[in-house]
DNA sequence: CTATAAAAAGACAAAAAAGGTCCAATAGGT
DNA sequence: ACCTATTGGACCTTTTTTGTCTTTTTATAG
């Protein structure tokens, strides 16, 4: 239970590499998805996704592509990961007020309550800058050529 | 993202119900099932499911039915989840070694491990007998008949 | 031993979500 | 104009979820 779907790797295997690039330089999608090992149509559309939220710039014709909007340690990943999957619910009756008749009475909803915020706390303490790092001197392109 | 199956809700209800009868007393699916608001052919299999990790001990046969195999305050909501839904795994990388190349390398697999690992101590925290108990003196069964 | 009552097992199926593909349209550069 | 690259939308396939239905097994009562 409680899987990341293969959208959600994807999207941060992205956010990842575009982090890598030097500030300013445009990727194509095709480029990002070599590297990265991920369908390229498919890609596509995550990518849209990251420009409408704004997380990403796009820009079209020759000489576009890809880049991230902000700075790489301004970013967390708790917005990657909601960007594409949208907000953390690890119970449908957190939704929204009223959507469970037993809300107020059920302790089972405050357990939950809790769990997503532990989630949201962890994901929201990491930015995408200290992820790109990686640890023990690995070289970072190393991460991307493996697949 | 990170939602609770319907499986994973029924399956806590019920186990809910049965905490809340009179130790030893033996309930029948169709019982349950009313009184939970569960489809009766789904929660069967629900219930199979409890008694094959031996949550659950059920009887054949006229005045058989089901009962919690263990008292509720030994059954923490991490068993009840786990036992339905499966170990609590928020990215497949965390299987099994060697299941992600990336495993050593990169950071995103040791956040992940994180989140798991708070997940697991919430759930494992909570007992059934707790979250039966409700809070504030709501009647119990005012719960299960609220749908 | 037979009828009845209940769970167990397994096959089946509809609906939703995940995981993509394909193509026409649009926008930007030369 | 023409090429290049993203955008948008329609479409498709596979898997998972959420069930149902039928048959079998086990137990009890008469």
Redesign the pocket.
């Known amino acids: 239970?409680m899987?990341l779907?293969?959208?959600?790797?994807?999207a941060i295997r992205a956010i990842l590499y575009l982090s890598r690039q030097p500030r300013g330089k445009?990727?194509?999608?095709?480029?990002?998805a070599e590297s990265a090992g991920?369908?390229?149509?498919?890609?596509?559309?995550i990518?849209?996704q990251?420009?409408?939220t704004g997380l990403?710039?796009?820009?079209?014709?020759?000489?576009?592509?890809?880049t991230l909007a902000r700075d790489p340690a301004g970013i967390t990943l708790l917005e990657v990961v909601e960007a594409i999957?949208g907000p953390v619910l690890p119970n449908r009756c957190l939704v929204g007020e009223g959507t469970c008749e037993r809300d107020r009475i059920c302790r089972v909803h405050e357990v939950w309550g809790r769990v997503r915020d532990e989630i949201v706390a962890i994901l929201a303490g990491v930015t995408i800058e200290e992820l790109a790092r990686g640890r023990e001197g690995f070289a970072v392109d190393d991460l991307t050529r493996s697949r």
């Open positions: 239970m899987e779907t293969r959208k959600g790797e994807y445009l990727s194509l999608v095709g480029e990002i991920i369908p390229r149509t498919f890609l596509s559309k990518l849209q990251f420009t409408r990403v710039a796009s820009f079209r014709g020759m000489g576009g592509g890809f999957e």
